[in-house]
């Protein structure tokens, strides 16, 4: 049995080698090189010395915790909810249903809502407040870049809901806590594994968020992501995209390492 399964594990271990390691080494690798084929450190010294770099850091862990943090903020209490419902299966599908839809055209989207001539500004015009400037600013990228991870946030947080004990929150009010007493000390502390999975599968993505940078921030919000795609695009310095594309990698790891399950934590 335990040779079939190596048999089996074969392809997922080929796969794992030739599109995952093998390109992050390529992406190490090519970090050490300047524009002329020279081995050198030049770009990670440029990278730590420039005060433009660091910006796009900081704009980057910035953005990517706003994100984060309205997204939790929306779906703890939306996960929450849906535990409490009837048709569970169909609610979850409904929010499941728009990551089905290509990014590029959910963009083009949000385009044609908050246009000039979009429904946002048609209403704002019926409510006499004018058409507003909403495109092309930190307000619209951080909305859209919300509703789009919306769904990563809420299902790690469902799961961790759903298997939770109820005789636990019924214990906890038989001992005389109230309901907010009872999310603090009970609830809460049992579905933060969910919570972390959810921090984990927002945080990371919107570190490295490019496309929605330029087609909903106007280019006014600069990441590294976006720094990245015109090294690699615009100004064919590889070398530098591929040292940033090192320190997005190392910060990922960073964020898994924090949020990640400790040992000898809670226990089901």
């Known amino acids: 049995m335990t040779r079939i399964r190596r048999i089996y594990a074969i392809p997922y271990l080929f796969w794992l080698l030739l599109f995952v390691i093998a390109p992050v080494l390529l992406i190490i690798y090519q970090s050490f090189f300047d524009m002329d084929g020279n081995f050198s450190f030049v770009n990670y010294q440029a990278y730590f010395t420039s005060g433009k770099y660091l910006t796009m850091t900081f704009n980057s862990v910035w953005y990517a915790f706003l994100i984060t943090a309205i997204t939790l903020l929306i779906s703890y209490p939306t996960a929450y909810f849906l535990t409490k419902l009837k048709h569970k299966d169909l609610w979850l599908l409904l929010i499941i249903l728009p990551t089905w839809v290509n990014l590029l055209l959910k963009a083009y989207a949000f385009i044609g809502i908050f246009g000039i001539n979009g429904g946002v500004n048609h209403f704002l015009e019926i409510m006499g407040i004018g058409p507003k400037q909403i495109l092309f600013t930190d307000f619209s990228f951080l909305v859209v870049a919300a509703y789009i991870e919306l769904p990563f946030m809420i299902m790690p947080i469902y799961n961790a809901l759903e298997e939770m004990n109820p005789s636990l929150i019924s214990a906890s009010r038989d001992l005389g806590a109230n309901n907010f007493e009872t999310f603090r000390r009970v609830i809460f502390p049992l579905s933060l ?13 919107s570190l490295s968020l490019f496309m929605l940078t330029r087609l909903i921030g106007g280019n006014r919000v600069i990441t590294l992501g976006t720094a990245i795609e015109q090294h690699f695009l615009v100004t064919q310095n590889w070398g530098m995209g591929s040292t940033i594309g090192v320190v997005l990698i190392i910060a990922m790891f960073v964020v898994m390492l924090l949020t990640g399950e400790k040992k000898g934590g809670q226990r089901k």
């Open 193 to 205: 594994n969910g919570v972390k999975s959810g921090v984990q599968a927002v945080f990371i993505p």
